[in-house]
């Protein structure tokens, strides 16, 4: 893990956040698939964290930043290229939804409790209250 103040950007911490990843990964002997990817959001769209990403031999799936281009042809060749990576991508947002819905519950935010199991006995009635709300709507009304 790399701890540095909320002012840093995201993008700027990658570097040293998948050097760590690595050594994880080395450190327990895992063994990676070749097309396993990773993903980020436009934020890391960059030349040297896509060359890092691929250099470690995973895929980078990372939704394309046009940062105010203006070129018509140079944004559509950028998103044709990650058009082909766009359902991987995708899958993405399901847990970023998940982390979202998770931070209306005040205690799955902040951790109160000593015990992990406490913890966790939170998550699932947080998940459960999530779980329950999309199958029966808002009011406990069966929404189908």
Known sequence: MVFK????NDSILL?????NFLEIIDDLN?????N???????????EANKNQITAARFIPFIKPNLRGLRNKKKIN??????????????ERYKIERCNAWQDKYRKVVIRYEKLQATTMGFHYLAYSM????????KNGRNSV
Do not use: H, M
């Open 130 to 137: 999530i779980n329950f709300r999309w199958v029966f709507g």
């Open 15 to 19: 570097d040293q956040s998948f050097t």
């Open 30 to 34: 895992l063994d990676v698939p070749e």
């Open 5 to 8: 103040p909320v002012s840093v």
């Open 77 to 90: 060749c950028i998103l044709d290229e990650f058009e082909e990576k766009k359902p991987v991508y995708k």
């Open 36 to 46: 396993a990817g990773i993903t980020g959001d436009p934020g890391f769209d960059s």
